[in-house]
């Protein structure tokens, strides 16, 4: 999987198509790479698994988990790796870790490693640093998402923090969940204060604290009914022995999954990567010539329901340059 | 002129135990050499396992392979524990036994063996490590989470303090700080700290008889310290240290007889100082660090080992051994040493020392206090340390910090010491994992299976229920012949499994000299590979001195590349798929148990197997001269020893490697 066949975004696109999962590495390498003809292949893969290419929506689930650091992700995403696993479903993992240093480098894997049976081929996890994006979603981790959703069953987006992070991966998830550390009140003070949006599934850490976390569980429910929220469903799981929860986790998710509007979801995904994408490169001088962000999310509303990502990118570049954006001149 | 107290003591004092720390291969050599041991003068045992012992499984389990009789002896069950002390006698031999996720069970071995010999539990002496905290911190042999943890150790307090009155049922152990980079304050503090965590759940353990046990309790405590060869303040470390404990005592615990309160330590001085080039030197080192923990009457060791000169090249032979013991019985027998009352009363120097260090460990302890106890605080410790760590190191790279023989004076003729055909280390016959593991398929095979399985049944039970002591249980499992992984797994089952923070996430950058230069060659690297230059540091097998990895995976990061460290204890396997699937450029592998010859080809194998063969793969560890060789035959690019202390030179190397694998040496060069 070395040299030029990596970087071949159609070959690699073809076999996602075929439900290889063997090449997630060689397709994670390509969407990092800066190199001068990687974006040029990493558009090839991107048009190979588009919705016009498959004639459908990829069909995996993508699943957002995101939440403070020392909640216990790790331990969790194990957990629920080895749930759907005996569901017989193969599951790839994204992680993205928030340690950006001045130096440019970054310690990846560092949290309480994904427990998963190193022989199985149907279970990929990877890491990726967050770079400069702080708390954000590296623009590789879209592009990945979306390529390895046509040969997994499930796509797993890792993020931590509390308060933005479920807003960006919600931008590319099917399914956000947020994990809660049952003693601390910021979620629930996030919610009230509206500073969060109302996330998928709650997941209430710990469980096996007892009383805490019911008292959590019950915490949640209330504001969430206050909200008038209630279709978020709000579980209690326990990763340390025996673990508990796991399968009513694994049955939310599919709920919420079940009641999407998967092709309006995914729709959105595919604008916003765009438009990531476009100020990742462009910057904000770049939005402004769109006339702003909300402009230029309306703007792309408007746009065909079948573009894929890069088209949906060319389309803003040429908007930008054109200038007639509803505020240029201004 | 009138004459103070005579400086004399009236009788010069009896001297403290000598041991050496031994042990390796199989419980019949490991009895031989410890029966030539005695012999020779040494006065207490000190057991050292080998890491499947340590860790909980049996020489026939995946994870213990290479690992069998490494590092220390292989003990699987009851009947290797008997040919182990077969014809010491129990009833006077004082026996340290560095165990600790598993010292519950080796204790419950030690115990029937004994009573086998017609020796009562009350009448044993000796100590078991059971320290799981520093496991976390430094050591990685722990099995269980902190919680059971905690509660097994509680469980061997609780059941020694009544049934085996003079066993020292934990030894609460700084030494394995300093060697992960603690200063003298960190040192103390975290030890007092870990104390604490300790006696507080022995405290609930005992209920309605705390108030009664705890003075004996208190007492029966005592601790493993770390000397290194700054051994003035060494010394007064130990002082701020019985100053501390005496407090402790007092104040928090209520313990109202001074003999409860007295500090109470064994010791085996530095490893982390010792060097592998002119490791003559390393003899006058240990000397000087003997001193630090003997010289003052009254903060002076119980017990010593000390290391051997070759520790730093591989594992000591007998007589490296017997050379470390001479030293210590020169000191006690024929200097003057045990003849005065304390030479550093009334010294002002050694007042002020530890009085410093004794406020500055405060204020540690505070802040680990506020954090919610030593268990909780477990994170910030770790990256304490790992910064410690590298403040040492950037100190000796800068010459800040003298090191002899390594950064300083480091000529020298070639040393006559390494020239044997053996390399002046001692190597465990490859026959003896087979053995063993035929050994335990055999006993397992033999036994009466019904009450194994009983045992283990009740064993489980008594685990679940957290209102009950876990070692008659475990005695009982001993008697009816189940295994150390038998005994293990199914505590396991119960508490679930557990991996330690790494620390390296923790450690703040600091700012390094001469890493500008490394920087930029990272980045024109990364640019040309197109994507950030990326590591994986591993760990195969049941190692878990990590500090090595830790260092190389902080450095690394800060020279800007991504690093892939997921800590210790992987099997190849893990590690080859890690390294597929993170796509990284390059792998660094780091074992320091001597198990490189079996453990690096089943890497490289199960690296191919993953795809991921053509990755490079560099080694670092405490790696004989013959096995460098034989390793880069095996496909390794490049062996690193504890000679190669330069850690940007590594770093650099690292890159120039990847560099050249992917064809852009010319790049590099422009």
């Known amino acids: 999987m070395s040299g030029r066949a990596a970087l071949d975004g159609a070959a690699l696109g073809a ?32 048009k190979a698994v588009s919705p016009a290419a498959l004639g459908a929506e990829a069909p995996a689930h993508i699943v957002g988990v995101t939440g403070p650091p020392g909640v216990g992700k790790s331990s969790l995403l194990s957990q629920l790796v080895a749930g759907w696993r005996k569901l017989e479903r193969s599951v790839a993992v994204l992680t993205v870790d928030p340690t950006s240093r001045r130096s440019g480098g970054a310690l990846l894997g560092d949290r309480a490693r994904i427990d998963v049976d190193p022989r199985d081929r149907q279970v990929f996890v990877r890491s990726t640093a967050a770079g400069n994006r702080l708390g954000g979603l590296a623009a590789p981790t879209r592009a990945a998402a979306s390529a390895l959703a046509v040969a997994f069953d499930v796509v797993v987006i890792e993020t931590v923090g509390v308060g933005q992070s479920e807003t960006e991966v919600a931008d590319v998830a099917d399914t956000v969940a947020v994990v809660v550390q049952p003693a601390s009140g910021d979620v629930l003070q996030f919610l009230k204060a509206g500073i969060m949006e109302v996330p998928d599934v709650l997941v209430v850490a710990k469980a096996d604290l007892g009383r805490p ?29 025996p673990p508990t929860g796991i399968d009513e986790l694994i049955e939310a998710l599919d709920a ?3 009641s999407l509007d998967l092709e309006a979801r995914r729709l959105r995904a595919r604008r916003m990567h765009a ?56 | 002129m009138s004459h103070g107290p005579s400086p004399r003591l009236p009788e010069p004092d009896r001297p403290w135990l000598m041991r050496t720390y031994a042990g390796h291969s199989d419980a019949r050599r490991s009895n031989e050499l410890y029966r030539r041991n005695l012999e020779k003068g040494q006065t207490g045992l000190s057991v050292a396992f080998d890491l499947p012992t340590q860790t909980g499984y049996d020489p026939d389990h995946e994870l213990a392979r290479g690992e069998v009789g490494k590092v220390g002896v292989s003990i699987a069950h009851l009947g290797e524990m008997r040919t182990l002390l077969d014809g010491i006698p129990l009833d006077r031999m004082n026996t340290s036994m560095t165990i600790n996720a598993t010292a519950a069970w080796l204790l419950a071995l030690y115990a029937v063996a004994a009573e086998e010999q017609g020796v009562p539990e009350d009448k044993l002496q000796g100590t078991t490590q059971n320290d799981i905290l520093k496991e976390y911190l430094s050591r990685g042999t722990y099995a269980f989470p902190p919680g059971p943890s905690m509660r097994l150790i509680a469980d061997t307090i609780a059941y020694t303090v009544t049934h085996i009155p003079k066993w020292n049922p934990i030894n609460i152990c700084s030494y394995h700080l300093q060697e992960a980079g603690a200063t003298p304050v960190q040192e103390i503090a975290y030890a007092m700290s870990n104390a604490i965590a300790v006696l507080d759940a022995v405290q609930e353990r005992l209920g309605d008889q705390a108030e009664e046990l705890i003075g004996p309790v208190f007492g029966r405590i005592s601790f493993f310290v770390n000397a290194g060869v700054r051994f003035v303040e060494e010394h007064a470390k130990l002082r701020a240290m019985a100053q501390l404990w005496d407090e402790l005592g007092r104040d928090r615990y209520g313990v109202s007889e001074d003999r409860h309160r007295r500090f109470r330590y064994g010791v085996q001085v530095n490893s982390l100082g010792l060097t592998e080039s002119q490791p003559e030197n390393n003899v006058h080192r240990i000397a000087l660090e003997a001193l630090a923990v003997t010289l003052g009457r009254s903060a002076r060791a119980r017990a010593i080992q000390l290391p051997a000169w070759n520790e730093a090249l591989g594992l000591p032979r007998p007589w490296d051994q017997q050379w470390s013991l001479r030293l210590q019985q020169i000191l006690a027998y024929e200097t003057d040493l045990l003849e005065y009352a304390d030479i550093f009363d009334g010294s002002r120097v050694m007042e002020g020392l530890v009085a410093e260090l004794v406020e500055g460990a405060r204020e540690e302890m505070a802040r680990v206090a506020e954090l919610g106890g030593a268990i909780e605080a477990v994170d910030y410790m770790k990256g304490a340390l790992v910064t410690s760590h590298r403040e040492r190191l950037r100190r000796i790279e800068t010459n800040e910090q003298t090191v002899v023989g390594i950064n300083r004076f480091t000529a020298s003729e070639p040393s006559p010491l390494r020239a044997g055909a053996d390399g002046g280390i001692l190597v465990v016959d490859p026959e003896v994992e087979a053995e063993c593991r035929a050994a335990v398929e055999k006993w397992r095979e033999e036994r009466d299976q019904g009450k194994a399985k009983e045992a ?37 089952e119960v508490f679930g499994e557990y991996r330690a923070p790494t620390g390296v996430g923790e450690a703040a950058a600091l700012p390094a000299e001469g890493l500008a230069d490394l920087h930029e060659e990272v980045e024109r690297v990364s640019e040309a590979l197109g994507r950030r230059l990326k590591l994986l540091v591993g760990k195969p097998g049941l190692d878990g001195h990590s500090n090595g990895a830790e260092q190389i995976a902080v450095r690394a990061r800060d020279a800007g590349m991504d690093v892939v460290y997921e800590g210790i204890r992987l099997t190849p396997s893990q590690i080859a798929t890690s390294a597929a699937q993170e796509g990284v450029h390059v792998v660094g592998l780091s074992i320091l148990s001597g198990s490189h010859r079996e453990l690096i080809p089943s890497v490289l194998e199960a690296l191919r197997e993953a795809g991921a063969g053509d990755v490079p793969v560099v080694v670092g560890g405490i790696i004989p001269d013959a096995d460098v060789t034989w390793l880069k035959e095996a496909g390794i690019a490049a062996v690193y020893t504890p000679k190669d202390w330069d850690l940007n030179r590594m770093i650099r190397d690292i890159v120039a490697l990847v560099a050249e694998h992917n064809g852009l040496s010319a790049a590099m060069s422009a």
């Not at chain 2, 229920?465 to 295994?483: F, K, S």
């Open chain 1, 213 to 241: 976390a019911q008292r959590a569980v019950i915490d949640l429910r209330a504001a969430l009914k206050a909200l008038g929220a209630m279709s978020t469903a709000v579980v209690a799981v326990s990763s340390v022995a």
């Open chain 1, 256 to 258: 919420h999954r079940a």
């Open chain 1, 15 to 46: 076999r996602l198509r075929e439900r290889d999962t063997a090449v997630a590495a060689a397709v994670l390498n390509l969407v990092e790479s800066r190199a001068p003809d990687a974006r040029t292949q990493c558009e090839e893969l991107l």
């Open chain 1, 275 to 330: 438009l990531a994408d476009f100020a990742a490169e462009y910057g904000d001088a770049g939005l402004r010539a769109l006339g702003g962000q909300r402009a230029a999310e309306r703007f792309l509303a408007e746009q065909d329901p079948g573009h894929d990502v890069a088209t949906l990118e060319h389309v803003l570049e040429q908007r930008a340059d054109s200038g007639d954006s509803p505020s240029s001149g201004h």
């Open chain 2, 456 to 492: 283990l049944e009740e064993l489980a039970r008594v685990a679940r229920d957290e209102q009950q002591n876990i070692m008659p249980a475990t005695i009982a499992a001993a008697r009816a012949g189940v295994t150390t992984g038998e005994w293990a797994q199914t505590l396991r």
